[in-house]
Structures are given as structure tokens and as C-alpha cells.
């Protein structure tokens, strides 16, 4: 059998992915904290683009007349407001300028009112900086060992001893490397009778409790009863004394001296009444307000020769056109998303339908993998608190009247069935299942278990025995 070559032209039609229009993908699926460090990039690399209030006068303009104002107030009150490059370091410190005293800040003012010798003092610093956000030392110390070098000669007792000293500082429990350890330390000074605590508990229930800690915290945590009254040789009521006392103690030392800030979410999109109808619209404060410099613009047209900064000029436009194009996608499908969950923005979760991708992309003539872009990690603002976008999906689950509810909804209810338990006798995931059937919505045990563990709650005997616990 002989091959034969041949030549020959066919027309068909195909979806080009031009650079512009993966830009545009691109913006679309980023956060609005992606999309900030996208646009930080853009203007360190692109001179042509720059935000709107960057050379603004006005604001210019306000922020001397601001400065000023301050310059007045420190010259009335006898300082001088001046920091320039010749401020001293004998020259008072501003009040706005105060800093929060940390944990290792803490320790150290600790240290120094000791009478450890400067070896000692080294290594306890050494062991300050090794603590987590927590307060424990989560490094071995045979690891911290190893970061001298051999001619220091540091003995294993100097480290433990300037660990016990470390131990000895405000907080209770600081310098731990274990919960264990950090609950037995607080104890050993509840049973010192320090003025700073409490009275000293009963000697049972101070043995009970240092046993917990040290060695049972896991069967603590699991909620079997029995298994850790068998493991303690102890009473129920003695068991419940020693549960009380753990809860008194603090498990993060560092707790008041936490510096993370708290994560918050700014929202993309607002969701408002108008009228009887709910508004969807873009939150002013993510729109990025940027623009193409007008000056270089207009030099670029007297020199048409300047192949790289007309480059240069086009992905501005570029840029600027995808910037747009992502909210104007953005505020479309948050407002289809809107339209179909009025319910949720009258009544709250339980009142959310099911809703699938492939509705709003079809409503919208939009690709489902466009509209999933659109909606990943971004947030709207509603009456009920900021919801991620995606959170309006849900599969649809049959109820008793041939209607259909959404799994979201199922979950709210689920909370609160739980919620409004009673404490002795919390429900199995069976009777949660029976009373969601009561109430028209008809799922299986393990889709509640399933929806259970989504919502982070414990399951049922785990519930009962920290109830128990905790009530006495």
C-alpha cells in the first residue's frame, strides 16, 4: 500500500484566546487582594498608567494644608513637629507614635529585674525569641542546642535552666511545649496560693486535675465519661471539679498580647433595596480608578516612531479595558444571583433556593467556568452579614410537597435544631433527620452527618458529654 501526499485548503471557525482575552479571564478570577498586587505590578512596570488621584492637586493641596495644621498644634503645645533628617534621639516621641508592648517586650522587662547572670540572661532571650504567637516554645530544645556553635560549650541543664526561669515569668504557663505542660504550670501556681489567683482548690481535685493534663487531655477531648473516671480512680463529682478548674486556666498565655490582626473581607459587591426590588451594585471602595497619563499620551502622537512606548500605550488601554470588562461581569451575575434569591435577602438562610451554575450562565449566555470565575472569593454585602458569592449555589433537595429546597437552607436548619436542643439530651443525626422530614424536607442520616460536619458540629455524644461537664 503506497502513502500519497496531498495539498489542500479548508475554512473553518475557531475560538482564538487573543492576549487581551486571556488578560481579561485573568482579572476575572482574581480577589480583590490579587487584583490590587496585579495592578501594583502594572503601574511599576508601565509609566503610562497611573491612578487618577495620584497627581491630583487637590489632594495635594489637602494634605499640606493637613500637615500644617498638625505643625500649628505641636508648635502651641511646645514641641517641635520637624523630624527631618537631624532629629535626635533625646527628642520626645509623638503620642500618636506609641507602641504596644509585646510579649517578648514583656519577658524581657521581666528579665531584667532578675539577678541571672548574663549567660543565664543570654539564653533566656534566646528562648523569648523562639516562642510562637501562643506563648509556647514549639522548637525541641535539642534543636535550640544545636544552634550554638561548640566553643560556647552550653550544657543541656543551662538550657532547661533558663527554660524553668523563662517559665517562672508573667503569663502562667508561657514557655510551655505542650498544652499539657502549659495547663500543669498554671496549677502549680494555683497550688502555690499566689494573691494573683484563686483560692487553692481541694487536694483531690488538684491531683485530679494535674492528671488530666498530663497525661489524659485525648480521652478529655474524646468526651468518654467512663473511660477517664476508670483511667483516674475518681468520682464523678471530683471529675467535674477537675474539669472546672482546667477551664479557669488560659490554653494561649500570649492571648493578650496577640499582634495578628483580625482577618476581615472587604465586600465587591452591595446588595440594597430600591424601591420593592433588591439592587445589586459595585462597592466604590475596590473599583480601582486608573487611567492612561494624558501627557505622555499626547507626545506619543507627535512621535509615531517610538515602536516600544506605543506598546507600552496599547496594554494600558488594555489594561484598562479588562479592569472594566471584570466588574461589568462581575455586577452582572451578582445581580442574576440576586434576582433568584430574594427570598434570602428577605427572610435570611432559610429562605435560599437552589441554584446551580449553569442557571445564571444560561440566563446570562455566559460559560459556567465564566460564571464560576466570577464568583470565587468574591463577596457581597447583604442584611445579613458578607457572603461569599459562591455560597448562593446549592444543590436542590426534595421536600414532601414536590417542591425543592437548597442545601444551604438544609444546613440552617440543621443549626438550628441543634441550637435549640436540649443540653442532656442533644439529637442523633437520625432525629435531626426525623424532624427535618416533619418539616417537609426529606434526607437521609448520613446527608445530615455529611451537612453536620460541614457546619463544624460535634456529633451527638460528644455534645452530651461536654454538656455534661460543663452543667455538673
Not at 506598546?311 to 466588574?327: D, P
Amino acid at each position: 500500500m503506497q502513502s500519497r501526499q496531498s495539498l489542500e485548503l479548508r475554512q473553518h471557525q475557531q475560538l482564538a484566546l487573543t492576549p487581551q482575552l486571556q488578560q481579561s479571564i485573568r482579572f476575572l478570577q482574581l480577589s480583590a487582594l490579587e487584583l490590587d498586587v496585579e495592578i501594583a505590578q502594572a503601574l511599576v512596570e508601565n509609566p503610562l498608567l497611573e491612578r487618577e488621584e495620584e497627581y491630583d492637586t487637590d489632594t495635594a493641596d489637602a494634605v499640606a494644608s493637613t500637615e500644617r495644621e498638625q505643625e500649628d498644634r505641636w508648635m502651641v503645645l511646645g514641641l517641635s513637629n520637624r523630624a527631618g533628617n537631624n532629629r535626635s534621639d533625646e527628642e520626645p516621641v509623638r503620642p500618636e507614635a506609641a507602641v504596644t508592648e509585646t510579649l517578648q517586650d514583656h519577658l524581657l522587662r521581666q528579665l531584667r529585674l532578675t539577678r541571672a547572670q548574663p549567660r543565664d540572661c543570654a539564653l533566656v532571650s534566646l528562648l523569648i525569641d523562639e516562642l510562637d504567637e501562643n506563648g509556647y516554645l514549639a522548637t525541641p530544645l535539642a534543636d535550640i542546642l544545636g544552634y550554638f556553635p561548640p566553643e560556647l560549650s552550653v550544657a543541656t541543664e543551662e538550657l532547661q535552666a533558663a527554660l524553668r526561669l523563662l517559665q517562672s515569668f508573667d503569663p502562667p504557663g508561657v514557655g510551655a511545649t505542650s498544652l499539657g505542660e502549659c495547663l500543669v504550670l498554671q496549677l502549680r501556681l494555683r497550688e502555690a496560693g499566689s494573691p494573683a489567683t484563686s483560692a487553692q482548690p481541694d487536694r483531690s481535685v488538684l491531683d485530679c486535675a494535674y492528671a488530666i493534663a498530663d497525661k489524659h487531655l485525648d480521652i478529655l477531648a474524646s468526651g468518654n465519661l467512663t473511660r477517664l473516671r476508670e483511667a483516674l480512680g475518681c468520682s464523678q463529682d471530683t471529675l467535674r471539679a477537675a474539669h472546672g478548674l482546667l477551664l479557669q486556666l488560659e490554653p494561649r498565655p500570649a492571648r493578650n498580647w496577640a499582634t495578628s490582626t483580625a482577618d476581615y473581607v472587604t465586600p465587591d459587591v452591595v446588595v440594597r433595596r430600591v424601591g420593592k426590588q433588591w439592587r445589586a451594585s459595585i462597592n466604590p471602595m475596590v473599583l480601582p480608578r486608573l487611567r492612561v497619563n494624558t501627557v505622555y499620551e499626547a507626545l506619543l502622537d507627535k512621535a509615531p516612531e517610538s515602536a516600544a512606548m506605543h506598546a507600552q500605550l496599547q496594554q494600558a488601554h488594555g489594561f484598562i479595558k479588562s479592569m472594566n470588562q471584570r466588574y461589568v461581569t462581575i455586577l452582572r451575575v451578582a445581580q442574576a444571583i440576586v434576582d433568584r434569591q430574594a427570598g434570602f435577602f428577605e427572610e435570611g438562610v432559610g429562605a435560599m433556593k437552589p441554584l446551580l451554575l449553569r442557571d445564571i450562565a444560561q440566563a446570562l449566555e455566559l460559560h459556567e467556568s465564566t460564571v464560576s470565575r466570577a464568583t470565587r472569593h468574591k463577596y457581597a454585602q447583604t442584611p445579613w452579614g458578607v457572603f461569599e458569592l459562591k455560597r448562593f449555589f446549592g444543590m436542590a433537595l426534595p421536600t414532601d410537597d414536590g417542591a425543592s429546597t437548597s442545601a444551604t437552607a438544609v444546613r440552617s436548619l440543621i443549626l438550628k435544631l441543634v441550637q435549640e436542643e436540649p443540653a442532656r439530651k442533644p439529637l442523633s443525626d437520625n432525629q435531626i433527620a426525623i424532624r427535618l422530614a416533619e418539616q417537609g424536607v426529606v434526607i437521609a442520616r448520613r446527608t445530615v452527618a455529611k451537612y453536620r460536619e460541614a457546619a463544624g458540629i460535634e456529633p451527638a455524644i460528644l455534645r452530651k458529654a461536654r454538656a455534661a461537664l460543663e452543667q455538673g
